[in-house]
Structures are given as structure tokens and as C-alpha cells.
């Protein structure tokens, strides 16, 4: 009660905050006079002014109004577009590493200039991150019109672009590009093994476009890059043959929760087996030795126990084809992880294709962490605040928008079955377009669309179908969907990056019906043709009341739901807004049929008939919140374990990269080589034992194997007073001195790459055994709860045990490459870049949306693909695709010249 008082008198903190932004706002109002009057020449040479400003120790702070000003200037003379006051307080609010949630249409894209510009000066780097490679695109030839302007350089990050053109984009004061594609070359240059070959600079300062989008939604699965692994296929027929041999009295099957572990009986009947087939160390199945095991065995019991044949996959030419849960459809190509795929190849007695083993991977919360400052801007982002503020300690600051809202939001229709929501679905369409108002519908799924098409295509409503993500031809249908009586289906708004103008969008009418016009008299009288038919348009529109978005179900999200109610009422616009529901909606099914909700729907509903109420729009919500907190303890979850390995991640990184940047590597190596003698020592002669009881025959053996030397350790113990520091320290004068020889037989500079050859290759080779341990590790790890204890407290314990044991094991395999290594005059060449694929699950979709030119599937509307050159070396290939496997990188162009990865065109699996 004395909060709402308080409110209502003072403002609540975000108003306050905004508010105390506005004598900033005065302050860059104060500059605009004088910069207008500066000619071209003059504001450009604002940014050697502020430059040199900044080199004598003032703060970007003490630059902003000026600074602000003179983009605010640039973007008049350049776009024809000039900043509003609460666009300069978005500015500020992205410069001071906060999150400015800001509605649609209210220029997010022009308010990134401001800080854009600004962090730029300092020429470290701004990365300006956007959901999809054709906003990157857009974004940098549209927004690099200031900065070009201005004297600054633009980079753009794209698919398929050579090393050397990454350099050279990342060397750009500013640089626009996708999540997917900052966080693989960060990978990737990771793997590489030389300073010079890598591609990114120190990180400096990032702005992310749909920040919810990127941060929260796609933060639930990571970036993964995988290559070929060693064949275990006989492994998994091994284990196959075993689990075929379970009862159900063997396991506990959770069909809910898709999770199935073995009984007391069962673990004990799979370790008499597993032994008897030769697959266990020692007599314990969760013993730390057999934890690969245990991962394959689990798998092996759900692709036998929970995998049905023609429901969850089928068997075609061999292969095992996934089936899509929700469209029944088969998912060619598409392939299971952590080896259940291979687990059910071995069930139905099909050839098992290699799984793939993950060489690197990130999660885009500890990423984006790595900025020393972010930012980021979205339509929607105050119902996630707290998880901002949780994980990436940032602050949510909604800006008042330009005009006042105009938009009509309705009561949520509630109807018994989606064939009764559907058809009253279409009729309100229907009635709606026909008297000339444009209608956005928003659907879940792919499914959901074509099921709202059919019923249009029987009322003969004509409509567009957008069923795909991120692709340039959909920006184009998006753009018009505001045009009179237009119907657009869509499945996800977000991220779409165009805005729904009412009437239409000239630019892009111009592009699409002015292609091939000529600059001249009769183009300009065709622009000026279109404008004054899209303002006519325009006023029919708003006089039919605006942009409708009818929503066909609420999502577990609410910010989706409200991307989806922003599109309409853009800059003051009138709108209306409405969601029709149905019990059998995913999202009401959270309620269970019999709760009392669904009994008064049935009993109190005819069919056909609908019912609305603020009551019911109270209890959809409590849903989506439950839901959302479910979310994000899954990705809360993800983090923690991710941050274990993102502490040892940036111990290997950094190891690498002082490997790569030393030109003398003798101190570490030795380092490694008196660790390792310290280790042989102590395993033979252990602390406080005579020396009558140590192993001299073992110390000799391993000192052959991994020194290359034989030290005389017999004749060391005939000596009085002679302890373990004594051996130690005369087996390492021994090991100086072979390795001071060896060295001698080679230039300085061909020792030191010799060194950093053997670091590198170990230190990848080990840390990749590594990560598919920590993998198998985590699929395991949660049966301690059955022994009253935190899973994530005991991967924690158990990682750290792995990692230290790693760090031995490169050190003894350092120690042991070079004392017995053979070397010729030349110095041995650094290793290739390993073949490799990049992987990342998009969450809603469940597909790989690292990459992927390929068309937009049935019942969309599609233009003709980009015309992409070539590849040079598919000359050298020839004509024959049957000939390129195995000679084509899997994240290469296709030799075709499709413009697609190999891996979605000849390459397919």
C-alpha cells in the first residue's frame, strides 16, 4: 500500500532514472546549433578533435553531449533521419553498460549510433551483435553511412569469410555481426597455433540487438565445435547386446520426464555382464574408470527402452531418420546427440556412423561476460530483469516511447478445442482484412501455421506464410504486412529486425517493383508514385483502425507475446491487439485436465462458443510465470556447470596463447619435465619409507620410458644418508643435461618451435579427452543426489580432480615427445587446423542455425537464393559431388556454388 503511495507521488526508480538523464539531453540540445552550422568537412574532422581529446586524458563521459550531438547531425545529413530526445536517453543508457528496453518502431537501430560511436572513439573495437547475419549486413551498409561519414572504419561478420578478411573486419573501429559467429572465431582462434592466424582483438565493448533473444533464449544451449572421433562402434554393439537383455523389473522409466535409470537389480545384473564382456574396471559400475561406460549404457537403455521404431525414427536406406515429435515429419540429416544416435544405429543393426567429439564450446552467458562493458536494446526485457541482472549484472531501463501508445490490447478469447479457436481464428481474419485493416497473426509452431492456412485457403483469404528464421526475402514480406487488408503469418517476431509500416514500406517497394529501373526522370516519378500511394494506403489503414496482431496461442514466454502485441501501434499508430486460447493449447496443459479451470470450460462452454475474462488473463500469466521460472533454472543450471569448465577454459586459453606469443619456451619446459621427475620419484620411493623398499626396478623402468634416459639408481642407494630430494635431484641434473644436448643439435629458434609444436598439440589433444570426460561425466553425475548429496557440488570436486590430473599427464606427455624424439635439421611444421563442424541448437526450433542457405520449405514465399561465386578449388574437385567427401571442409561452401555449407548440400548426411 505505501509503495503504490509513493509511487504515485514520486515516480517509480525507472522513471526517476530516466528522468535525472534529462539535463544530459539538454545539454546535447545545447550543442545542436553550433554542429548544424559546421560544414561536412568540419563535422568529420569532430571525430580527429575528439580523438585527440581523449589522448589528453578527458573521459568519454566528458565527450557525450558533443559527441551525441554531432552523430545526431551526421544521421540528418546522411539518412534524412534526426534523433529524437528519447532515442539520446536510449544512447545514454546503452553507453553506460545498461539494457534499454525500448517498443517497436521506436529506431533501436539508430539509437545503437550514439553509444556505437562513442565507444568507438577510442579505436579498441565496438561489436554491435545482431540476431541474424541479414541484420548484420543491413545494419552495417545502413548505420555505416554515419560512421563512414564520420572518418570511422565498419567491419561486417559473415559466414564463409577467409581468415584474412576477418582480420581485416575485426581490425575496424566498429564491427556488426552475429552471436554464432563472435563466439566461434573466439573458438576458433582458440584452436589455432599461431598469434598471427587469429583474428579477433582484445575484447572492448559489445551492443546486442533483441537482447533477450541472445542472452536468454539462445543462452539455453551452447556453441559447440566438434570433429571425427575414434570408431566405437563396436563398443556400442557390445552394450547394445547387453541392455537387450534387461526386463523393465531392471529400470525406472519416467516417460514424463524422459529419464530412465537402473534398479539395485539392474546395476548389479549390468556389472556381472559388462565384466564378463571385458568392459569394466574392477568390479564397481560408477566407479570414476568406468564413467564412459556408464554414459554408453545409458543411452543404449534409451534408445531400447524409450525410442520407438516409426514413432520417434525410422530406418531408410540404412539409415536411422529421425521423426519430428510435433510434425511427424522425417528429419533427414538430422542427427541425435552424446551418442544416443549411435546407440539406436546399434538396436536396429545399422551401420554406426562416427559421433562426433567436442574439440571447443562456450555458453553465451560466459561469452559475453568476457566484455569488459556490454549493452544491449529490445522491445522486451523488464519481465527478465532479474535474470539480466543475475547473470550478467546488468540493468533493465524501460524509455518512455516518442508518442503515446495508441494500441487497444483485448481479453485473451477462450475457446474448448483448437478446431473451435481455429475457425473463429479465421473469421475474425476474415472480417477483419475485408474491410481493409492488415492483420499480423502470430503462431508457435510450423505446424500451427499450415493449420491456420487451411482454414484461410477454405474462406479463400489470401495471406503470406513465414515459416522459416533469418532469412533476407522474409524482411521484405514483413515490410509490407502492413499494406491494406494483408494477412501475414508468422512464427516467431522477433529479431525480424524490419518494421511494419502502415501502407507499406516505400523503400522496400521501390527496391521490389523498381529493380530494373534506371536512375532517371521516369524512376523518380516512379518513387514519388509509390509514396503518395503508400500515404493514401496509409490513411485507409488508420482509418480501419491500424495494425491488428492476433495472437493463436499464448507462448511460455510472456516477452514473446509481447514482441508479437509491439509489431502494432509503432510511433503513436492506433492498433488492437487480441489472443485466442484453447484448453488443448501446450501451455494450458501446464493447468492438467482435471484441475478445476478445465472442468468449468467444459461444463460451461457450448461449442463454438468463447469466453473472456481479466480473471482468466490473471491465471494465463501465473502460467507463463512458472513456466519462465522453470526456463530459467535450466539455463541457471547450464551456467553452473558451464562456469566449471569456463574456469579451467580460460587457464587452457590463456596457457596457449602465452605459448603462442613466447619466443624462449625453456623455462616452461623444464618446469614440466622437474614436475614430472618429482612425480616418477614419488611413485617408487615413497616419503618416510627405507630405501630397501622402493621400487628401483619400476623408477628405472619409467625413467626409460618418459626421461629416455636409464639413470644408475642402484649405485645412488649404496651412499649413506640417501633420501627420495636426493634422487630427485640428481635425476633431474640427468634430464638437464640429455635435453640441453639435444637441444645443442638444433638452432635456438628451431629448438623453441620444436617446444611450442609439442606444448600445443598435447595441450589440445589432452584438453579435448578432457571435455568429452566432463560430457559423460555430467550425464552421471546427478545419480549422487540418491546418496543425499548437490550434484553440482560433486561435478565441481570431480572436475577439478580431472583437471589437475590432465595438467599431469601433459606434462609427463610434453616431457616424454621431447626426450625421445628424432629431429632433422628443419624445424617440424605447426599442425593443421583440425576438420571441424560448428553446431548451435536454436531453442525454438530444435534445427543448427549456425548457418543455412537453404530455401525456405513449403508453403513459404521464397525469391530467387544470393548468387554466390564458386569456390575456386571446385576445379580442382571436379564436377563429380560423389568425388568431394572427405576433400571439402563440412563449414565449407559447397563446391556447387549454391551458397550453402557443403554440410546442407552435397554434403548432407
Known amino acids: 500500500m505505501l509503495a503504490a503511495v509513493a509511487k504515485a507521488i514520486f515516480g517509480s526508480s525507472n522513471e526517476r532514472y530516466v528522468k535525472s538523464l534529462q539535463p544530459i539531453v539538454n545539454r546535447i540540445a545545447g550543442f545542436e546549433t553550433n554542429i548544424s552550422a559546421l560544414t561536412d568537412d568540419e563535422l568529420r574532422n569532430q571525430t580527429v578533435l575528439f580523438r585527440e581529446r581523449l589522448a589528453n586524458g578527458e573521459s568519454l563521459d566528458s565527450l557525450l553531449p558533443e559527441a551525441f550531438a554531432t552523430v545526431r547531425e551526421a544521421a540528418k545529413r546522411t539518412l534524412g533521419q534526426r534523433h529524437y530526445d528519447v532515442q539520446m536517453v536510449g544512447g545514454i543508457v546503452l553507453h553506460r553498460g545498461e539494457i534499454a528496453e525500448m517498443r517497436t518502431g521506436e529506431g533501436k537501430t539508430l539509437v545503437a549510433t550514439l553509444a556505437t560511436y562513442l565507444n568507438a572513439l577510442p579505436g579498441e573495437g565496438v561489436h554491435v551483435v545482431t540476431v541474424n547475419d541479414y541484420l548484420a549486413r543491413r ?40 552471436n554464432n559467429e563472435f563466439g566461434f572465431d573466439y573458438l576458433r582462434d582458440n584452436m589455432k597455433y599461431e598469434r598471427a592466424s587469429m583474428v579477433q582483438r582484445p575484447f572492448n565493448f559489445a551492443i546486442v540487438d533483441e537482447v533477450d533473444s541472445i542472452l536468454i533464449d539462445e543462452a539455453r544451449t551452447p556453441l559447440i565445435i566438434s570433429g571425427p572421433t575414434d570408431d566405437k562402434s563396436e563398443l556400442y554393439k557390445q552394450v547394445d547386446a547387453i541392455v537387450k537383455q534387461f526386463v523393465p523389473e531392471d529400470y525406472e522409466l519416467d516417460e514424463k520426464q524422459k529419464s530412465i535409470i537402473l534398479t539395485e537389480d539392474g546395476t548389479e545384473k549390468a556389472e556381472r555382464m559388462l565384466e564378463a564382456a571385458g568392459l569394466l574396471e574392477g568390479s564397481n559400475l560408477y566407479d570414476f574408470e568406468n564413467t ?15 525410442f520407438k521404431l516409426d514413432t520417434d525414427y525410422i530406418v531408410k536406406d540404412g539409415k536411422i531418420v529421425i521423426i519430428d515429435e510435433f510434425t511427424g515429419r522425417m528429419m533427414d540429416g538430422r542427427r541425435w546427440s552424446d551418442g544416443l544416435h549411435q546407440a539406436v544405429e546399434a538396436k536396429e543393426g545399422v551401420t554406426i556412423e562416427p559421433e562426433n567429439q567436442t574439440l571447443a564450446s562456450i555458453t553465451f552467458q560466459n561469452y559475453f561476460r568476457m566484455y569488459p562493458k556490454l549493452a544491449g536494446m529490445t522491445g522486451t526485457a523488464a519481465t527478465e530483469a532479474g535474470e539480466f541482472h543475475d547473470i550478467y549484472k546488468l540493468n533493465v531501463v524501460t524509455i518512455p516511447t516518442n508518442k503515446p501508445i495508441a494500441r487497444v490490447d483485448e481479453d485473451d478469447q477462450f475457446y474448448k478445442n483448437i478446431k473451435d479457436k481455429f475457425a473463429a481464428i479465421a473469421k475474425s481474419i476474415e472480417e477483419h482484412s475485408g474491410r481493409g485493416q492488415p492483420v499480423l497473426v502470430g503462431t508457435v509452431s510450423i505446424e500451427k501455421s499450415e493449420l491456420l ?3 484461410l485457403r477454405q474462406l479463400n483469404v489470401p495471406h503470406n506464410v513465414l515459416n522459416a528464421r533469418f532469412h533476407e526475402q522474409e524482411a521484405h514480406i514483413v515490410a509490407q504486412a502492413g499494406r491494406s487488408g494483408a494477412v501475414t503469418i508468422a512464427t516467431n517476431m522477433a529479431g525480424r529486425g524490419t518494421d511494419i509500416q502502415l501502407g507499406g514500406n516505400v523503400e522496400f517497394r521501390v527496391e521490389d517493383e523498381l529493380k530494373g529501373l534506371p536512375e532517371g526522370p521516369d524512376r523518380d516519378a516512379a518513387i514519388a508514385r509509390i509514396k503518395r500511394e503508400v500515404e493514401e494506403e496509409r490513411q485507409k489503414v488508420i482509418e480501419a483502425g491500424g495494425l491488428f496482431v492476433l495472437g493463436t496461442e499464448r507462448h511460455e514466454s510472456r516477452r514473446i507475446d509481447n514482441q508479437l502485441r509491439g509489431r502494432s501501434g509503432r510511433q503513436g499508430d492506433p492498433g488492437l491487439s487480441r489472443f485466442y486460447l484453447s484448453l488443448d493449447d501446450d501451455l494450458l496443459r501446464i493447468f492438467g485436465p482435471d484441475t478445476m479451470f478445465a472442468k468449468m470450460m467444459n461444463a460451461n462452454l457450448a461449442d463454438g462458443e468463447a469466453i473472456g475474462s481479466r480473471w482468466l ?20 543450471q547450464l551456467l553452473e556447470y558451464d562456469d566449471v569448465m569456463n574456469d579451467q577454459r580460460k587457464v587452457i586459453y590463456e596457457q596457449r596463447t602465452d605459448i603462442m606469443d613466447s619466443d624462449a619456451l625453456q623455462d616452461v619446459v623444464e618446469d614440466m619435465r622437474h614436475e614430472t621427475v618429482n612425480v616418477l620419484v614419488g611413485e617408487a620411493c615413497p616419503p618416510n619409507s627405507y630405501p630397501e623398499q622402493w621400487d628401483i626396478a619400476g623408477l628405472k623402468t619409467r625413467s626409460q620410458e618418459v626421461l629416455g634416459i636409464d639413470p644408475p639408481v642402484e649405485e645412488w642407494i649404496k651412499e649413506e644418508a640417501v633420501d627420495p630430494e636426493m634422487v630427485e635431484e640428481r635425476l633431474r641434473a640427468l634430464t638437464d643435461e640429455a635435453m640441453a644436448a639435444k637441444a645443442g643439435e ?52 570431480e572436475a577439478f580432480g580431472l583437471f589437475e590430473r590432465m595438467l599431469e599427464v601433459i606434462r609427463e606427455d610434453v616431457t616424454r615427445v621431447l626426450s625421445h624424439a628424432q629431429f632433422m635439421a628443419a624445424p617440424p611444421p605447426l599442425p593443421a587446423m583440425p576438420e571441424f563442424v560448428t553446431t548451435h541448437i536454436d531453442p525454438l526450433t530444435g534445427e543448427d542455425d549456425t548457418w543455412d542457405g537453404e530455401s525456405l520449405g513449403e508453403g513459404t514465399m521464397t525469391l530467387p537464393p544470393l548468387q554466390v561465386a564458386r569456390p575456386q578449388m571446385a576445379d580442382e574437385l571436379g564436377d563429380d559431388p560423389a568425388q568431394w567427401e572427405g576433400k571439402v571442409s563440412r563449414n565449407a561452401p559447397c563446391p556447387c556454388g549454391s551458397g550453402q555449407k557443403y554440410k546442407h548440400c552435397h554434403g548432407a548426411l
Request: glycine share 4%; proline share 2%; net charge neutral.
Open 746 to 797: 638444433l638452432e635456438p629458434g628451431t629448438w623453441t618451435q620444436v617446444e611450442k609444436s609439442v606444448l600445443l598439440q598435447s595441450l589440445d589433444l589432452h584438453w579435448k579427452e578432457h571435455l568429452s570426460t566432463l560430457d559423460a561425466l555430467r550425464q552421471v553425475i546427478h545419480l549422487r543426489a540418491y546418496a543425499q548429496k548437490t550434484p553440482i557440488n560433486e561435478y565441481k570436486q
Open 139 to 178: 545494419d552495417s551498409e545502413w548505420m555505416g553511412q554515419i560512421y563512414r561519414f564520420l572518418g570511422l572504419t565498419v567491419g561486417v561478420i559473415v559466414p564463409n569469410l577467409t581468415d584474412q578478411e576477418r582480420r581485416d573486419a575485426y581490425a575496424a573501429d566498429i564491427i556488426y555481426g552475429t
Open 453 to 455: 492456412s487451411q482454414f
Open 617 to 636: 488473463n490473471k491465471a494465463i500469466e501465473t502460467a507463463q510465470k512458472k513456466v519462465e521460472a522453470r526456463n530459467y533454472d535450466i539455463r541457471k
Open 292 to 306: 564412459q561406460v556408464v554414459h554408453h549404457l545409458n543411452q543404449a537403455l534409451r534408445a531400447n527402452a524409450m
